[in-house]
């Protein structure tokens, strides 16, 4: 391919083309390739004028294939544009040579691989994003040549809405499967319906005729001692029951961990860190496959089962955004382009919250603040789409069986009283604390977990922290229970069906109808708060420990868990302290009557969002989901003062959630949008190499293959800027070290005579090498790489600003972006130059940034 820059006088030829390269070939008068210098440029007016005199529309460049145009007119047919293609016809040329605009890239679908990534690098936003553009120009063009063309351009604009159908449909089927086997495997931890084992114990009772149930028990479901032959209630029947308390939660742990460990490692943990770091542009093999899909499954339900403190929210953004991944190879357009395959992965993480929670709207607002990078509002709408089809299907596989599609549905309604906004906003400070020391001790222990030889045994560990975990919840009612359940009792209100301890106020219930009266607590109420206040403690201490460890582990659940305990207990506190004396001003207008004015399951509701908040940082998707969650839409303002007080007080004592610290702790490059560069280096401070030192440059038309082969083996940089020469160091374009690898291997495939000697042009011009050659020894044939290399890579100036240069990084999705000095090269600032800056002018480690 050869570089024309075109000059034209004639008003009818655009001007903005100036610069066109085309393939070249030998002119038909024998004369050779046509190589043009630096400094001239070929006149084409009379050419194209003679050529268009007998045309009445103006000559255009119109798009061919994969980048290409050609110049014709635009009274021609498109199928004609090989026959009036002026350039071809001004130099002489075969007709239908194509002519190639400048930056863009030609055909490269013959040599396999090129446009792809290898494992732990970022993708390249613009060129992906280019790419596409092109494909999707040329199928632009083609609808017109035929009614099959006309299909296949009708299928890749609907083609998107399609996936999102499909991964929606098919998250809502997944979480039914695990909301339905958490559910049964968590009651066998405690007995078996023998009439049909497969029920849980909500479905072996529903055929009963009992109007009452002891702790949730009837005549049907057989708790472990009755299956053994022992009473319900006693000394023995505890025992046995603790027994198998914990030998199923070890049985379901150690499986969990064990299926993790040999089938898909990627599998462990929330899965959350590594999707933001996969939305952002970073490609990590394998995260995303199928084993990774159903080892997670399987693992989510055995851990959830096991009884450790953890969810399974989180992991159904991984469930989700595996089939996203999965599905969208379905579709080239998507499976093909990493870059338009994360707009598919951004619609799945809103649908896996959408099931987790029952909040399809939380979930497009959780996809959009919490784990998306680049988010257009195609993606929003596709998003929305997908989160509904989901929450569609699960409604209908109801799960719960129940008519509410929500977790922790609320039956109350009643207006909370200005004053409350106090106590509120103190929960939420509460809840960013908690949170804070949950943040700092986790990231703490998963530290030394790292670097110690505890990470050397996570199946031990697993069955270590499950075997704690079973042998101090299983005493305390409130820890032994589920935490789905837990959060669902403290969510509610004390009615008339509530037998509970904390419900024990001393009422006379005599009306069904009638509203709920003041009253004082009973003993109940006080012990119950005390055992709440430990489960409070043990809770944290277990999260702290569980979060981490190798198998499927999300961090919502524990989260509400934590806010919603403490929340209740202030309920309490503030429902008592209206009771004692109603005459203060806080209470003296809406406590004055005697019906109960403050209800501490809302303050549950409110603790839940407060802590969740802090650990998160997330505060307009939370404030949707928890109203979504609990079906409290007049609630909000609560809900946000506690959630807005809450990230203050953590962004006070700590800069970091818990994803983002994670992706911290494990190196990934993830540039957050949401932070501010305040330092005032600039670009030349932090471009490799320094000043100095020797940049590993490739010349445009002077290296053999040997010395391109030679100069991969010593670095080991993931791409080289191309120049005129190593003397001038102007400035050419940019080729990536996979596509020269791969450029080369193909040749020597397909090309006959390419040897080591082989000179690689990135230009036009036979070039210097073979010019001096023996006429005896003729040269072997040149290698032509023009069709991999960028040219039109980013370039920044050296006095650059660097809070300029982050900014690039962030808005433009750059992987490397090139210094020049007076248009000569200078260095290279790639993604992982700019985390460890960063990290630097923070006084953090700078090593800390392991991958590319």
């Given at each position: 391919?050869?570089?024309?820059?075109?000059?034209?006088s004639?008003?009818?030829?655009?001007?903005?083309y100036?610069?066109?390269?085309?393939?070249?070939?030998?002119?038909?008068?024998?004369?050779?390739?046509?190589?043009?210098g630096?400094?001239?440029?070929?006149?084409?007016?009379a050419?194209?004028?003679?050529?268009?005199?007998?045309?009445?529309?103006p000559?255009?460049?119109t798009?061919?294939?994969?980048?290409?145009?050609?110049?014709?007119?635009?009274?021609?047919r498109?199928?004609?544009?090989?026959?009036?293609?002026?350039?071809?016809?001004?130099?002489?040329?075969p007709?239908?040579?194509?002519?190639?605009?400048?930056?863009?890239?030609?055909?490269?679908?013959?040599?396999?691989?090129?446009?792809?990534?290898?494992?732990?690098?970022?993708?390249?936003?613009?060129?992906?994003i280019?790419?596409?553009?092109?494909?999707?120009r040329?199928?632009?063009?083609?609808?017109?040549?035929?009614?099959?063309?006309?299909?296949?351009?009708?299928?890749?604009?609907?083609?998107?809405?399609?996936?999102?159908?499909?991964?929606?449909v098919?998250?809502?089927?997944?979480?039914?499967?695990?909301?339905?086997?958490?559910?049964?495997?968590?009651?066998?931890?405690?007995?078996?319906c023998?009439?049909?084992?497969?029920?849980?114990?909500?479905?072996?009772?529903?055929?009963?005729?009992?109007?009452?149930?002891?702790?949730?028990?009837?005549?049907?479901?057989?708790?472990w001692?009755q299956?053994?032959?022992?009473?319900?209630?006693?000394?023995?029947?505890?025992?046995?029951?603790?027994?198998?308390?914990?030998?199923w939660?070890?049985?379901?742990?150690?499986?969990?961990?064990?299926?993790?460990?040999?089938?898909?490692?990627?599998?462990?943990?929330?899965?959350?860190?590594?999707?933001?770091?996969?939305?952002?542009?970073f490609?990590?093999?394998?995260y995303l496959?199928?084993?990774?899909?159903i080892?997670?499954?399987v693992?989510?339900?055995?851990?959830?089962?096991?009884?450790?403190?953890?969810?399974?929210?989180?992991?159904?953004?991984?469930?989700?955004?595996?089939?996203?991944?999965?599905?969208?190879?379905?579709?080239?357009?998507?499976?093909r382009?990493?870059?338009?395959?994360?707009?598919?992965?951004?619609?799945?993480?809103?649908a896996?919250?959408?099931?987790?929670?029952?909040?399809?709207?939380?979930?497009?607002?959780?996809?959009?603040?919490?784990?998306?990078?680049?988010?257009?509002?195609?993606?929003?709408?596709?998003?929305?789409?997908?989160?509904?089809?989901?929450?569609?299907?699960?409604?209908?596989?109801?799960p719960f069986?129940?008519?509410?599609?929500?977790?922790?549905?609320?039956?109350?309604?009643?207006?909370?009283?200005?004053?409350?906004?106090?106590?509120?906003?103190?929960?939420?400070?509460?809840?960013?604390?908690?949170a804070?020391?949950?943040?700092?001790?986790?990231?703490?222990?998963?530290r030394?977990?790292?670097?110690?030889?505890?990470?050397?045994?996570?199946?031990?560990?697993?069955?270590?922290?499950?075997?704690?975990?079973?042998?101090?919840?299983?005493?305390?009612?409130?820890?032994?229970?589920?935490?789905?359940?837990?959060?669902?009792?403290?969510?509610?209100?004390?009615?008339?069906?509530?037998?509970?301890?904390?419900?024990?106020?001393?009422?006379n219930?005599?009306?069904?109808?009638?509203?709920?009266?003041k009253?004082?607590?009973?003993p109940?109420?006080?012990?119950?708060?005390?055992?709440?206040?430990?489960a409070?403690?043990?809770?944290?201490?277990?999260?702290?420990?569980?979060?981490g460890?190798?198998?499927?582990?999300?961090l919502?659940?524990?989260?509400?868990?934590?806010?919603?305990?403490?929340?209740?207990?202030v309920?309490?506190?503030?429902?008592?302290l209206?009771?004692?004396?109603?005459?203060?001003?806080?209470?003296?207008?809406?406590?004055?009557?005697?019906?109960?004015?403050?209800?501490?399951?809302?303050?549950?509701?409110?603790?839940?969002?407060?802590?969740?908040?802090?650990?998160?940082r997330?505060?307009v998707?939370?404030?949707?989901?928890?109203?979504?969650?609990t079906?409290?839409?007049r609630y909000?303002?609560?809900?946000?003062?506690?959630?807005?007080?809450?990230?203050?007080?953590?962004?006070?004592?700590?800069?970091?959630?818990?994803?983002?610290?994670?992706?911290?702790?494990?190196?990934?490059?993830?540039?957050?949008?949401?932070?501010?560069?305040?330092?005032t280096?600039?670009?030349?401070d932090?471009?490799?190499p320094?000043?100095?030192e020797?940049l590993?440059?490739?010349?445009?038309?002077?290296?053999?293959?040997?010395?391109?082969?030679?100069?991969?083996k010593?670095?080991?940089?993931?791409?080289?800027?191309v120049?005129v020469?190593k003397?001038s160091?102007?400035?050419?374009?940019?080729?990536?070290?996979r596509?020269?690898?791969l450029?080369?291997?193909?040749?020597?495939r397909?090309?006959?005579?390419?040897?080591?000697?082989?000179?690689?042009?990135?230009?036009?011009?036979?070039?210097a090498?073979?010019?001096?050659?023996?006429?005896?020894l003729?040269?072997?044939?040149?290698?032509?790489?023009n069709?991999?290399?960028?040219?039109?890579?980013?370039?920044?100036?050296?006095?650059?600003?660097?809070?300029?240069?982050?900014?690039?990084?962030?808005?433009?999705?750059?992987?490397?972006?090139?210094?020049?000095?007076?248009?000569?090269?200078?260095?290279?600032?790639?993604?992982?130059d700019v985390?460890?800056?960063?990290?630097?002018?923070?006084?953090?480690?700078?090593?800390?940034?392991?991958?590319?």
């Amino acid at each position: 391919m050869e570089r024309f820059p075109l000059k034209s006088s004639a008003s009818n030829i655009p001007s903005t083309y100036q610069s066109l390269y085309k393939k070249g070939r030998k002119n038909t008068n024998g004369r050779g390739i046509l190589a043009v210098g630096e400094e001239d440029l070929v006149d084409i007016t009379a050419g194209l004028q003679q050529a268009a005199a007998s045309r009445t529309a103006p000559v255009a460049v119109t798009p061919t294939s994969h980048g290409t145009f050609q110049l014709y007119d635009h009274s021609a047919r498109p199928s004609d544009a090989a026959n009036n293609s002026y350039v071809a016809q001004f130099f002489n040329l075969p007709a239908g040579d194509a002519v190639i605009f400048s930056g863009m890239q030609g055909d490269t679908d013959d040599i396999p691989g090129i446009g792809q990534y290898d494992d732990f690098h970022t993708i390249d936003w613009q060129r992906d994003i280019a790419r596409d553009r092109m494909r999707h120009r040329y199928i632009v063009k083609k609808r017109q040549d035929s009614i099959w063309d006309l299909i296949k351009g009708a299928h890749d604009a609907w083609s998107g809405w399609v996936c999102v159908l499909l991964v929606g449909v098919c998250t809502g089927a997944v979480a039914g499967v695990i909301d339905i086997g958490a559910s049964w495997m968590t009651d066998l931890k405690f007995g078996i319906c023998p009439q049909a084992f497969w029920f849980n114990r909500e479905q072996c009772c529903w055929s009963s005729d009992e109007m009452t149930f002891d702790q949730g028990n009837c005549s049907q479901w057989l708790t472990w001692p009755q299956v053994f032959g022992d009473s319900r209630e006693g000394a023995g029947a505890y025992i046995i029951g603790y027994l198998f308390y914990i030998i199923w939660a070890l049985v379901f742990a150690a499986l969990s961990a064990s299926l993790v460990r040999m089938f898909a490692p990627y599998a462990c943990g929330s899965g959350i860190p590594e999707i933001k770091t996969i939305l952002s542009g970073f490609i990590i093999r394998g995260y995303l496959g199928k084993w990774t899909l159903i080892i997670k499954v399987v693992g989510l339900i055995l851990s959830v089962s096991s009884g450790l403190s953890l969810g399974k929210e989180g992991p159904m953004v991984h469930i989700a955004s595996c089939l996203g991944n999965i599905l969208s190879y379905l579709f080239p357009k998507y499976g093909r382009n990493e870059a338009k395959k994360r707009e598919i992965l951004s619609a799945a993480a809103a649908a896996g919250v959408s099931v987790a929670f029952g909040a399809p709207i939380g979930g497009v607002l959780f996809s959009l603040e919490e784990v998306s990078y680049y988010f257009p509002l195609k993606t929003l709408w596709r998003s929305f789409f997908c989160a509904l089809i989901a929450a569609f299907v699960l409604r209908s596989i109801n799960p719960f069986g129940n008519e509410h599609s929500v977790l922790f549905f609320v039956e109350y309604n009643k207006p909370w009283i200005f004053f409350e906004l106090v106590p509120f906003v103190g929960l939420g400070i509460i809840g960013g604390c908690i949170a804070t020391v949950f943040i700092k001790a986790n990231i703490y222990w998963c530290r030394y977990r790292k670097h110690s030889k505890l990470g050397q045994y996570p199946v031990t560990e697993v069955l270590v922290v499950t075997l704690v975990t079973a042998v101090v919840a299983y005493p305390n009612p409130y820890t032994r229970m589920n935490t789905s359940q837990l959060i669902y009792l403290l969510f509610n209100q004390c009615g008339i069906s509530n037998s509970d301890p904390l419900c024990d106020y001393d009422r006379n219930f005599t009306d069904v109808n009638s509203a709920i009266e003041k009253a004082a607590a009973g003993p109940g109420v006080y012990r119950a708060v005390w055992l709440l206040v430990l489960a409070l403690v043990l809770k944290l201490v277990m999260t702290v420990f569980t979060f981490g460890i190798k198998v499927p582990c999300g961090l919502f659940i524990p989260s509400l868990a934590l806010g919603a305990i403490a929340g209740r207990i202030v309920g309490i506190g503030v429902e008592q302290l209206a009771y004692n004396y109603p005459k203060i001003w806080p209470f003296s207008g809406e406590c004055s009557t005697g019906d109960d004015c403050i209800t501490p399951g809302l303050y549950a509701m409110v603790g839940a969002a407060a802590v969740l908040g802090g650990v998160t940082r997330m505060t307009v998707s939370l404030v949707v989901i928890m109203f979504e969650l609990t079906g409290g839409v007049r609630y909000i303002v609560p809900l946000m003062a506690a959630a807005m007080a809450s990230k203050w007080v953590g962004d006070a004592l700590g800069r970091q959630g818990i994803y983002d610290a994670h992706i911290a702790l494990n190196g990934y490059p993830f540039l957050d949008s949401k932070d501010e560069f305040q330092h005032t280096s600039l670009a030349a401070d932090v471009m490799q190499p320094k000043r100095n030192e020797t940049l590993a440059v490739i010349t445009q038309d002077s290296m053999t293959v040997d010395d391109v082969e030679s100069l991969l083996k010593e670095t080991e940089h993931n791409g080289y800027p191309v120049v005129v020469s190593k003397e001038s160091q102007y400035l050419v374009g940019f080729v990536l070290r996979r596509d020269l690898n791969l450029a080369i291997a193909n040749a020597r495939r397909t090309m006959e005579g390419i040897t080591g000697q082989s000179v690689v042009m990135f230009a036009g011009g036979a070039g210097a090498a073979g010019a001096g050659a023996a006429a005896a020894l003729p040269a072997p044939p040149t290698l032509p790489l023009n069709r991999i290399l960028d040219m039109a890579p980013i370039t920044v100036t050296d006095q650059t600003p660097m809070e300029t240069v982050v900014d690039m990084f962030r808005k433009l999705g750059l992987r490397q972006t090139l210094v020049t000095h007076n248009g000569r090269l200078l260095g290279v600032i790639t993604k992982k130059d700019v985390l460890r800056h960063v990290k630097q002018m923070d006084n953090e480690d700078p090593n800390s940034v392991l991958f590319n």
